[in-house]
C-alpha cells in the first residue's frame, strides 16, 4: 500500500495547480531571466565560473535542504505540450507546500498538493476546447504514521517510516548534469548570490534520452526531442542557504507528421527554517486503514462494473422487446 499512496500524492503531480497559490510572496528567482536562449546578455563576464562550481555550491546547499529537520518548501511544477487550441494541448500544473518540524525524538510534516490538468477536447460545436480537471490532497505525518484525505475526501492512515514520507513529498530534488553544463556565472548581490547555469542543448538532449532510455520511456521509430535550452537559477543567502531555484526546459518533440513544442518548468522556494509549524490533525478517528481503503476502492469497483454489466443486460433486453414488438 505504501507503494499506491505514493502514487496518490506524487503520481499525481505527474498531471500536475489550481486553488491556491503557495508563491504570491515568493520572489526568490526570476524565471524570466532563464526563459531565453541566452540568460547571459545581461550578465557581467567577471560573474563567470567554472561549472563545476556552480554545480557544486548548488547541490550542496540542496543537500542541506533535504537533511533539514525544520523548514518549509513550495514548489510550482508545469508541462506544456503544443498550444492552447490546437488539438495536441497538454498542460499540467501543480503546487505543493511541504513542512517539516520535529517535536522532541518525533518528526513531523504536512503537506498540500493542488493540482490541475487541461487539455484540448472536442466542443459540440467541432471546434477544440480546453477542459480542466482538478484535484487536492493533503496530509500529515507524525512519528511513523501518515495520514492523508484523497480528492474525494476520503481520510486514510497508513504506518511508514519518516525517510520514506519524504520520498513521497519529494518533489523538490533535482540532478544537475556536469558534463552539460555550458558556462555559468555567481552574482553577488546585497543578501546573497545567484548561480545561473546555461546547458548545452545538445549534451543535455542526449541525457534526456538516456534517462528516458533508463526508465522505460523510449521514443518510437522516427521520433525525437530537440532541445532549444536549458536553465537553471539558484538563489542563496549569506550563509550559503538554499532559499529557492528555478530550472527551465524549453523543447520539441518531432516525428514524420508533426512539431509539437515541450516546455517544462519548476520553481521551489525554502523558507521558514527553524520556524515552521506543521498543520497538525489532531482528530484521527475517523481515518480507515491502507487495508479499508484498499477493500472500499476494491467495491466501488466492484459495484461500477456491476452496474455498467446491468445497463449493458438492459438495453440488450430492450432492444429485443422492441424488435418482437414490431
Not at 51 to 72: H, M, Q
Not at 112 to 140: F, L, R, W
Not at 185 to 198: D, F, H, L, P, R
Not at 277 to 306: C, F, I, P, S
Amino acid at each position: 500500500m505504501k507503494k499506491k499512496i505514493a502514487i496518490m500524492l506524487v503520481g499525481l503531480m505527474c498531471v500536475s495547480a489550481a486553488g491556491c497559490s503557495f508563491f504570491g510572496g515568493n520572489k526568490s528567482v526570476d524565471m524570466d531571466a532563464i526563459n531565453k536562449e541566452d540568460i547571459f546578455t545581461e550578465i557581467s563576464d567577471d560573474t563567470v565560473v567554472d561549472g563545476s562550481t556552480a554545480a557544486e555550491a548548488f547541490t550542496k546547499a540542496l543537500s542541506a535542504v533535504e537533511e533539514s529537520d525544520n523548514i518549509t518548501i513550495t514548489v510550482s511544477n508545469n508541462i506544456t505540450m503544443g498550444t492552447e487550441g490546437q488539438e495536441d494541448y497538454q498542460n499540467s500544473l501543480g503546487e505543493s507546500e511541504i513542512k517539516l518540524a520535529k517535536d522532541g525524538e518525533t518528526q513531523l510534516g504536512s503537506v498540500i498538493i493542488d493540482n490541475s490538468y487541461k487539455y484540448a477536447s472536442e466542443s459540440t460545436t467541432g471546434k477544440n476546447s480546453v477542459t480542466e480537471e482538478k484535484s487536492k490532497i493533503t496530509g500529515y505525518y507524525s512519528g511513523d504514521t501518515l495520514y492523508f484525505i484523497t480528492n474525494e475526501g476520503d481520510k486514510v492512515k497508513e504506518e511508514m517510516g519518516y525517510e520514506d514520507f519524504l520520498g513521497v513529498v519529494n518533489t523538490y530534488s533535482l540532478s544537475v548534469y556536469n558534463d552539460c553544463i555550458s558556462k555559468a556565472a555567481c552574482v553577488e548581490e546585497k543578501n546573497g548570490k545567484t548561480y545561473y547555469i546555461a546547458y548545452d542543448p545538445a549534451k543535455f538532449e542526449t541525457t534526456m534520452n538516456t534517462n528516458m532510455e533508463a526508465s522505460g520511456q523510449t521514443l518510437a521509430d522516427g521520433e525525437a526531442m530537440h532541445v532549444k535550452y536549458a536553465n537553471i537559477a539558484a538563489k542563496l543567502d549569506n550563509e550559503d542557504n538554499l532559499i529557492g531555484y528555478g530550472f527551465i526546459i524549453d523543447a520539441e518533440y518531432v516525428n514524420d507528421t508533426a512539431t509539437t513544442a515541450y516546455n517544462y518548468s519548476i520553481k521551489t522556494g525554502f523558507s521558514n527554517r527553524n520556524s515552521t509549524e506543521v498543520d497538525a490533525v489532531t482528530n484521527t478517528d475517523d481515518y480507515m486503514t491502507a487495508d479499508e481503503y484498499t477493500q472500499k476502492m476494491q467495491n466501488e469497483a466492484a459495484g461500477a462494473e456491476e452496474n455498467q454489466d446491468g445497463e449493458a443486460e438492459t438495453a440488450e433486453t430492450n432492444g429485443v422487446t422492441e424488435e418482437s414488438t414490431n
